[in-house]
């Protein structure tokens, strides 16, 4: 059932992570707060992580072993702007050396400024409740694209902000653990503007400091399928009503700079086009009942270890629509799966790899992917024991060991594609 495919040969594969989930040992961020106040589902801690933050080297040595050419990579803010308006030189230039060192080795960097942590003190001052937020965003922005812009020209603003809100407004499970729609539609308005300013300045401080290349910068979307769960008319609604609650309504906001309801209306920053690339990260589907207004999964499909329904075909047609609606290259910022055992991450990666070659037959322009992730990491709430890696880490010794699938990916980046020789050897 497998069969080799190509994908065009500017298409650029590799993997994203997140400051937060790899570097370990810094206690100035919203998420070490909230593993101190044991709301890790296993105990584990941000605080150790993969230890990246002093491994840099080794873990670049892995990107070029697994033959990547693009990597997504986060920063901590708390580290770059510990106090409010103090900026830790030391903290930006280590970064520095780690884009040097991916550059060296052939791999295009795409930096994150925002995924999902935040420092201390900006938690003190209402974090992104707060419109203040949006001038302090900006700022730090423009040091970060100062010190960096010359050596990356592409950058995510922030990161999933649907799923920012839904967890810690909607369902209270992440920081800052609040069940409270009011301050949701607050923190999705004021984030929608903060992404604005930080498009805005990414592009002017780039153009005025005279840094060459394209500047591309976007947001990372968490996107779903919303499917109805039966045939009901009312669980059809209802999956019409989540898609737009869930991400309808902030892409459209942040895109156009026009908010939609129920986000806020009128356009606070001025209409325009706050995108240079669709990024998408595609996980699962949900399977909506009205009954509830539940987010459910299709019966009789298959799962990962977390119990998300795998559907390769939700990202052909997310990717269709997408493009469809926007008129943009489609970047894969993420796509991946918790698979503990390694027994079905190289067919999900094939898979999904596979309805992206459709795309470019069908002359869409998907230009990126990026596999979530290069390593286990700490995967939020649930800790270290999802584990989400085309490599395998042991916390305890930190030792890395590539997995099957991640060779198999290594492979596929060095072709552009799957050969027959690959699945002979790893399908
Ligand atoms: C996404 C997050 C990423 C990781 C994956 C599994 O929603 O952006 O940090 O947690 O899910």
């Not at 780039?206 to 840094?211: A, H």
């Not at 459709?358 to 596999?371: F, N």
Request: proline fraction near 4%.
């Amino acid at each position: 059932m497998y069969k080799p495919f190509k994908l065009p040969d500017d298409f650029l594969m590799g993997s994203a992570t997140a400051a937060t989930q790899i570097e370990g040992g810094d206690r100035n961020n919203t998420w070490y707060d909230w593993c101190e106040k044991g709301k890790i589902l296993d105990g584990s801690s941000c605080l150790r992580a993969n230890d990246h933050w002093n491994r840099v080297e080794e873990d670049v040595g892995l990107i070029r072993q697994l033959n990547h050419r693009a990597y997504r990579l986060g920063l901590e803010w708390s580290r770059i702007e510990p106090n409010n308006g103090q900026f830790d030189f030391s903290a930006i230039s280590h970064y520095r050396n780690e884009i040097e060192m991916l550059i060296q080795n052939g791999v295009k960097p795409l930096v994150t400024l925002h995924h999902f942590s935040s420092p201390l003190w900006l938690r003190d001052e209402g974090e992104f409740e707060n419109e203040k937020a949006v001038g302090y965003f900006e700022r730090y922005t423009r040091y970060v694209v100062e010190n960096l812009g010359d050596l990356v020209s592409e950058y995510i603003t922030i990161n999933e902000p649907n799923v920012y809100v839904a967890n810690g407004y909607f369902f209270g499970d992440w920081p800052p653990g609040q069940k409270n729609l009011g301050l949701a539609l607050k923190v999705f308005k004021n984030m929608t503007l903060c992404h604005i300013a930080s498009y805005r300045a990414i592009h002017e401080v780039r153009k005025k400091m005279g840094f060459k290349g394209i500047t591309m910068v976007g947001v990372a979307n968490h996107l779903r399928i919303f499917d109805p769960y039966s045939r009901n008319p009312l669980d059809l609604l209802a999956a019409k009503v989540m898609e737009h609650m869930f991400q309808g309504a902030i892409v459209k906001s942040m895109t156009t700079g026009r908010l939609r309801f129920p986000i806020g209306f009128g356009a606070p920053m001025g209409k325009g086009r706050f995108f240079d690339f669709i990024g998408i990260n595609y996980y699962s589907r949900s399977a909506v009942r009205f009954k509830g207004f539940k987010d459910d999964v299709m019966p009789n499909t298959q799962r990962n270890d977390l119990g998300w329904e795998i559907y390769p075909k939700g990202l052909y047609d997310l990717c269709k629509k997408a493009y469809k609606m926007f008129k943009a290259p489609i970047w894969i910022t993420e796509n991946g799966t918790c698979d503990q055992e390694d027994a079905f991450r190289s067919d999900y990666i094939y898979q999904h790899l596979l309805e992206l070659s459709k795309l470019s037959e069908e002359g869409i322009p998907v230009q990126r992917y990026y596999h979530w992730t290069l390593m286990d990491n700490f995967e939020w709430v649930e800790g270290e024991s999802a584990r989400f890696g085309l490599i395998h880490v042991d916390y305890e010794t930190q030792k890395r060991t590539i997995r099957k699938s991640g060779e198999l990916y290594g492979q596929i980046c060095l072709h552009n594609g799957v050969t027959q020789e690959m699945i002979d050897n790893y399908l």
